[in-house]
Every structure is written in C-alpha cells, then in structure tokens.
C-alpha cells in the first residue's frame, strides 16, 4: 500500500531534549516536505527537499533541521525543543514538481508537546 | 510571499445542500491543490488543479487561473464531508518548492 509514515505519532517530551520524527515514503517520491498545524494559523511548511540531497527553508524553519540522505526518508529533527514547537506535524510527499500533475500525500500527523 | 485566502471561514449546512468554497491567491502559481482535513486529522488529497474543471463524484473544482482564484463545490453534501477544506498552492519562480496553504474553511453538515 501507497503511504507516507511518520513516527512516533504522539510524544510529550521536555523541554531541550533532542528529538526526530521520521517520515518514510514507499512511492519512490522525489519531493518531500515537513508542516505544522497550529489552532488559527493553518498549516504552514516548515521545510521542504525536492530530491536527495537538495533541502531547503519554507516559511518557518527556526528550531529545525532536516536532512534527505536518501529518497525514501526524511526526518525532521529538534535539536533542542521549547514550549514553542508544540503542534501537530505533517510529512508529505509528491512525485516531483518538474512533471505537471503532482498531488500531495500526508502522513497520519505527529501530535509533539513539549513541557 | 504568496497570499492564500479561503471564504467562508466557516460553513453550516443541513444533508444534501449544496455548497461552493472560494480559494483566492495573491500572484501566479505553478499549481493549486485541495484538501480534506477530516475529524480524525488525516490529511486528502481532494484535486490538484492549477487551471480547468475537474470533477469526482459529487465534488468538483475549477481554477480561474488568470483571474487567480479556484473554487470547489461540494453537491448533495453528506455528514462524512465535515471537516476542513484547504487550498494550498505552489507559487512560480524560484520558490516553486515552496507550499503555501490557506486558512481553510470549516465545514458542518448536520443530519
């Protein structure tokens, strides 16, 4: 089955403690991206790879780093959580952006507070 | 960057009315994509549609790209499509990996 698995799907943590959330993609999807979902600020993109390799910043990536060191995994890392990061969080993945129709697919979410 | 806005923030309706959501956008985009947030929080991929009509099933969407807005219609609407709707949209340039999404409207189908 196609899907976008992310993990854990909830976790309370503390504030400082270094935490990943791992996406996992089995549709050999070149883009990938990371948002978070916040109660009257929509979902926002917090950063995005359009290949191995090739990351980059969406509209607020302070707190967080990424990396793509191959195609099927992308996981977002919290180098030192706060309060702040508390929120539910998508991965998602795409086939490509260079070839026209190309649909997003979303993880289940992962719901992060940290106290 | 791009401006995503969606109207009506909010939307009551009783089974089987019909109902048209407005997504309006702030420059040209390289594509623009609807979605289903359901109650349990999963994330649908409903069309992706940067220009044209499409249709499935009682839903479908057309994108204005030159007027830069799309709209989604929802027909005979049911409780199950309760939940939000978001358009979201990938702007042109060199920031086309970016995704900016709208506010999303609300919607409540009683029975």
């Known amino acids: 089955e196609a899907q976008v698995t992310q993990n854990p799907r909830y976790l309370i943590t503390v504030t400082g403690k270094k935490l990943t959330v791992t996406c996992s993609q089995n549709m050999n999807h070149e883009y990938m991206s990371w948002y978070r979902q916040d109660p009257g600020l929509g979902l926002r993109q917090i950063y995005y790879?359009?290949?191995?390799?090739?990351?980059d910043k969406g509209d607020v990536p302070e707190g967080y780093k990424v990396s793509r060191k191959e195609k099927r995994n992308f996981p977002l890392i919290l180098e030192s959580p706060s309060p702040n990061q508390t929120s539910l969080y998508f991965c998602a993945s795409s086939p490509g952006l260079t070839w026209g129709n190309q649909p997003q697919h979303f993880g289940d979410g992962t719901r992060l507070s940290i106290l | 960057g791009i401006q995503v806005e969606q109207s009506p923030p909010d939307l009551i309706l009783q089974e089987g009315a019909n109902s048209t959501l407005r997504c309006n956008f702030s420059d040209s985009v390289n594509n623009l994509q609807w979605f289903h947030q359901n109650p349990w929080g999963q994330l649908i991929n409903l069309f992706y549609?940067?220009?044209g009509t499409k249709q499935n099933g009682r839903l479908s969407a057309t994108t204005v790209a030159t007027e830069r807005y799309s709209l989604l219609y929802i027909s005979s609407s049911q409780t199950t499509d309760s939940g939000v709707y978001f358009c979201a949209v990938h702007a042109g340039g060199t920031s086309y990996g970016k995704l900016t999404f709208g506010q999303g409207t609300i919607l409540t189908v009683h029975p």
């Open positions: 549609i940067p220009s």
């Open positions: 790879s359009m290949n191995v390799e090739v990351t």
